[in-house]
């Protein structure tokens, strides 16, 4: 799995002119990421960054789908909204499942969104440090470093972490239906059958018993 993404975006000669006739036209402003004309350049991005992440999303590592649009949306890192003029930025750029993005785009709206970047909004170059940012920045950041994730839960290492958990709401499969099942590795198993083994009163080794079966149950 891909920890950081190393190769930004390039755009060729003819989305360059492209960009930057949109971004010198009067009207532009963050909604102009949407206009017919940028479909070209969406795709672009959106191709080069399912490739380079591997079709994870960079925030809750899902996969992102690798034919449509609709569950792999451009992000925007640090959001359009409040920085348009970084808006084609190799690296303000990933791509990201439709839930991840879309609880982003919520936050926006509701006028709560967490603001990624520390100082301000009027910046002209493009943060460089890792450190200017509150989220796990996936072209700075080693995703790992920040964020375990443990049978669905994702619990946060660093106060990156914690920041990208709430500002992504990544527990919110496990809110929604509970803890998955997932298959009991080898170890332990082989950690209950020690226990059960252990138990010398006739109550606990029936407990473990139990504990054992429903293990096995869950693998079948
Ligand atoms: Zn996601």
């Known amino acids: ?46 191709n080069h960054y399912r490739i380079q992440q591997q079709g994870i999303c960079a925030y809750c590592r899902q996969r992102v789908s690798l034919q449509s649009a609709a569950n792999c949306h451009v992000e925007h890192i640090a959001p359009k909204s409040k920085y348009p003029q970084f808006m084609f930025e190799p690296k303000n750029l990933c791509v990201a499942c439709a839930d991840c993005n879309e609880i982003k785009k919520e936050q926006e709206t509701l006028g709560e969104e967490p603001d990624p970047i520390c100082n301000g ?9 890792a450190s200017s940012f509150y989220i796990v920045h996936p ?3 080693d995703y ?3 964020i375990e994730i443990f049978n669905g839960h994702y619990v946060d290492k660093t106060e990156k972490g914690h920041f990208t958990i709430g500002a992504c709401k990544l527990n919110r499969r496990l809110r929604a239906f ?19 083994l252990g138990a010398d009163d006739a109550i606990v ?10 293990a096995l149950v869950k693998v079948s």
């Not at 920890?3 to 963050?30: A, G, Q, T, W």
């Not at 509970?178 to 059960?196: A, Q, V």
């Not at 080794?205 to 429903?214: A, D, F, P, V």
Request: glycine share 2%; aromatic share 8%; charged share 30%.
């Open 178 to 196: 509970g803890w998955e099942e997932t298959l009991i590795s080898e170890p332990e198993l082989n950690c209950l059958m020690t226990d059960f």
């Open 121 to 129: 909004n009027d910046r002209v170059l493009y943060p460089r440090a």
């Open 1 to 46: 799995m891909v920890n950081i993404i190393r190769n930004p975006v390039s755009y060729c000669e003819d989305l360059e002119n492209l960009m930057v006739s949109i971004k010198n036209s009067e009207s532009f402003s963050h909604t102009s990421w949407s206009i017919a004309e940028l479909q070209v350049l969406r795709v672009h991005i959106r």
């Open 139 to 141: 072209h700075f950041d």
């Open 144 to 146: 790992d470093e920040h």
């Open 205 to 214: 080794k029936n407990e473990k018993l139990q504990s054992i079966k429903r």
